[in-house]
């Protein structure tokens, strides 16, 4: 089992629609969570990082945490031909001594 | 803030020749960096973790001495691709993370080496 999964997409949406992104992770005791974006030839930038349970909202951007279930998503609403990029989950891992571990990311389409 | 730049943002060079390539932090003191190498259509790949004024830890199966990376202040890493040869032709990119923000990590631009 990989430490941090993703579903490497392609996930097609259509503009406007809300986006879903889910990572699980496989140390239960791991505390932060981020989220970043990487367009085609760049380099990752962050969007948001969690650390409690719950939502946490920025904008379009809702991550949500669930530690219980190991998971962390991210909702894009509204979402626009501008999104279109690879997203990464990112996990602190409890195990990892403070190393931040990457999924494989998921590609993301909006279509017009 | 955290703004993280690199240099060069691409660099060509003749196979055999080293490079350098510049990580700064430019608004934060960067207590860790971290370089990582991506390769068309793959995933990131940490290469190695850097604490200023300590040796860098290199990730299994990354030749410390082909990769030299110096950490030598809170703003300044250097990663050194030492007898560059065509294979080692990848995005390279750095990282920062500053004190507080649990560990948050900004990435620097990337810096794309074209070793002919």
């Known amino acids: 089992q990989k430490e941090v999964e993703q579903n490497s997409g392609p996930l097609s949406v259509p503009e406007g629609a809300i986006a879903s992104l889910n990572c699980t992770y496989s140390?239960?005791?791991?505390?932060?969570f981020f989220w970043y974006r990487q367009y085609s030839g760049k380099s990752p930038e962050l969007i948001m990082f969690?650390?409690?349970?719950g939502d946490k909202e920025d904008g379009r951007f809702t991550a949500q945490l669930n530690k219980a279930s190991q998971y962390v998503s991210l909702l894009i609403r509204d979402s626009q031909p501008s999104d279109s990029a690879t997203y990464l989950c990112?996990?602190?891992?409890?195990?990892?001594?403070?190393?931040?571990?990457f999924g494989s990311g998921t590609r993301l389409s909006i279509r017009p | 803030g955290a703004v993280v730049s690199q240099h060069p943002s691409w660099v060509i060079c003749k196979s055999g020749t080293s490079v350098k390539i510049e990580c700064r932090s430019l608004?934060?003191?960067?207590?860790?960096m971290f370089w990582y190498r991506q390769f068309p259509k793959q995933s990131l790949m940490l290469m190695a973790t850097?604490?200023?004024?300590?040796?860098?830890?290199?990730e299994q199966g990354v030749e410390k001495d082909k990769f030299l990376i110096n950490h030598a202040s809170l703003t300044l890493s250097t990663l050194t691709v030492t007898s560059a040869h065509p294979e080692d032709s990848s995005f390279y990119i750095c990282?920062?993370?500053?004190?507080?923000?649990?560990?948050?990590?900004?990435f620097g631009p990337g810096t794309r080496l074209l070793v002919l």
């Open positions: 608004d934060f003191q960067a207590t860790t």
């Open positions: 990282s920062a993370a500053g004190q507080g923000e649990q560990e948050t990590q900004y």
């Open positions: 850097s604490n200023e004024g300590s040796k860098a830890t290199y």
């Open positions: 140390d239960r005791g791991s505390q932060s």
């Open positions: 969690i650390y409690s349970n």
């Open positions: 990112a996990v602190i891992l409890y195990s990892s001594a403070s190393k931040i571990i």
